[in-house]
């Protein structure tokens, strides 16, 4: 397992084997100019703290696709077991779109909960991402609280509010519940 977190720039996920050689199709690109080449390394994982290393043997770009095809993957049924995992490069890997950001600048923003004012400032510090789930159904966001707690919060347009990367600062709505699934610190 990687928990160096080398491969912090998010690529997609794995969605589907293409063929019978172990090629893979990736989804939920984000917008921006891929420069994964053949020969480069790449991680693959639920998350990019946790990812195996694969040898990129090819790199296909279509209109509308990304396929990769990996070293040592060499059939659709070893492709078959990446599905559903997410592609992660090092950094500089991908030109981002002027309007995205990308995992690798989640990690670290501060979390603050919406205040219920006129001013539109921040409320309560709620703790730092963590890490990034990339799960089929939406991405979770793991926030470490300040008590070394852990949140988890869906990233679905009724929580998350504002992304400012720059400033590493992100603004929730937390949903009724949330505080309440915070799980603890095993290491406490």
């Known amino acids: 397992m990687n928990t160096t977190a080398s491969f912090t720039e998010y690529l997609g996920v794995i969605s589907r084997c293409v063929g019978t050689d172990g090629t893979v199709e990736l989804a939920d690109t984000p917008p921006g100019e891929l420069r994964v080449k053949a020969g480069n390394t790449v991680g693959v994982g639920f998350s990019a703290a946790f990812t195996q290393p694969y040898g990129v043997q090819s790199v296909d770009t279509g209109v509308n696709h990304i396929r990769l095809r990996f070293t040592g993957v060499g059939s659709r049924e070893q492709a078959a077991g990446l599905v559903d995992m997410a592609v992660f490069a090092k950094p500089g890997s991908l030109q981002a779109a002027a309007d995205a950001f990308r995992v690798a600048d989640i990690i670290g923003c501060w979390v603050y909960q919406a205040a219920d004012n006129e001013a539109g400032k921040p409320g309560d510090v709620l703790g730092t991402v963590?890490?990034?789930?990339?799960l089929p159904a939406n991405d979770v966001w793991v926030v470490r609280t300040p008590a070394g707690t852990e949140i988890l919060?869906?990233?679905?347009?009724?929580?998350?509010?504002?992304?400012?990367?720059?400033?590493?600062k992100i603004i929730v709505t937390l949903l009724d519940g949330l505080l309440n699934t915070s799980v603890p610190d095993p290491d406490e």
Not at 130 to 134: A, R
């Open 130 to 134: 963590e890490d990034v789930l990339l």
């Open 153 to 168: 919060l869906p990233v679905i347009d009724e929580v998350i509010q504002h992304v400012d990367v720059i400033e590493k």
